[in-house]
T-cell receptor, first 112, second 116 residues
Framework: AQSVSQHNHHVILSEAASLELGCNYS??????LFWYVQYPGQHLQLLLK??????LVKGIKGFEAEFIKSKFSFNLRKPSVQWSDTAEYFC??????????FGKGTMLLVSP | DGGITQSPKYLFRKEGQNVTLSCEQN?????MYWYRQDPGQGLRLIYY???????QKGDIAEGYSVSREKKESFPLTVTSAQKNPTAFYLC???????????????FGPGTRLTVL
């Protein structure tokens, strides 16, 4: 069965620091990849997605992610975080089954 | 304004009572999903439905039941058999079918259930 691993459960950064959140998956076939974000008190929303083409995808609010097929990874990056990026981030894969498989999430706290 | 609505936002019930959580979507999506979110455990799939009048168990279906009588609606009942029902419940939908984007899910605001 497929699985998704997010390496860090909690990340604490100062404003303007660079961010990289790790996401690895286990599945040998073709996948679609997603990052979702859940801001405090808000519902889960799509940050960015990869279906095919350029493995470097750009999302909302300056986030980007790179799909590296050989490493089964889809890490999320942002060059300079803001206090408003404080949220929980979820990586998910679509391996062609009937639903997504989610990682356990990474809680990001950005201190002003 | 298209989207997914879940009601109520907060729900309190006494132990031993069944409770039904509402989920409605006007996105014309075929597929709908229920997840449970607990701190540190991510999203765990309870039930999902690819089409009206059909649904499948997810990873943690025990103690829950669903129905899908209408395309727009996918209510979840938390029964008294669920041993630890206090949690945040999320409903989602996706276009489904055979589209390459069939599993791109859109989420509702969630219902926080507390069983006293």
């Amino acid at each position: 069965a497929q699985s998704v691993s997010q390496h860090n459960h909690h990340v604490i950064l100062s404003e303007a620091a660079s961010l990289e959140l790790g996401c690895n998956y286990s599945y040998g076939g073709t996948v679609n990849l997603f990052w979702y974000v859940q801001y405090p008190g808000q519902h889960l929303q799509l940050l960015l997605k990869y279906f095919s083409g350029d493995p470097l995808v750009k999302g909302i609010k300056g986030f980007e992610a790179e799909f590296i097929k050989s490493k089964f990874s889809f890490n999320l990056r942002k060059p300079s975080v803001q206090w408003s990026d404080t949220a929980e981030y979820f990586c998910a894969i679509d391996s062609g089954y009937s639903t997504l498989t989610f990682g356990k999430g990474t809680m990001l706290l950005v201190s002003p | 304004d298209g989207g997914i609505t879940q009601s109520p936002k907060y729900l309190f019930r006494k132990e031993g009572q069944n409770v039904t959580l509402s989920c409605e979507q006007n996105l014309n999506h075929d597929a709908m999903y229920w997840y449970r979110q607990d701190p540190g455990q991510g999203l765990r799939l309870i039930y999902y439905s690819q089409i009206v009048n059909d649904f499948q168990k997810g990873d943690i279906a025990e103690g829950y039941s669903v129905s899908r009588e209408k395309k727009e609606s996918f209510p979840l009942t938390v029964t008294s058999a669920q041993k630890n029902p206090t949690a945040f419940y999320l409903c989602a939908s996706s276009i489904g079918g055979t589209s390459g984007r069939r599993n791109e899910q859109f989420f509702g605001p969630g219902t926080r259930l507390t069983v006293l």
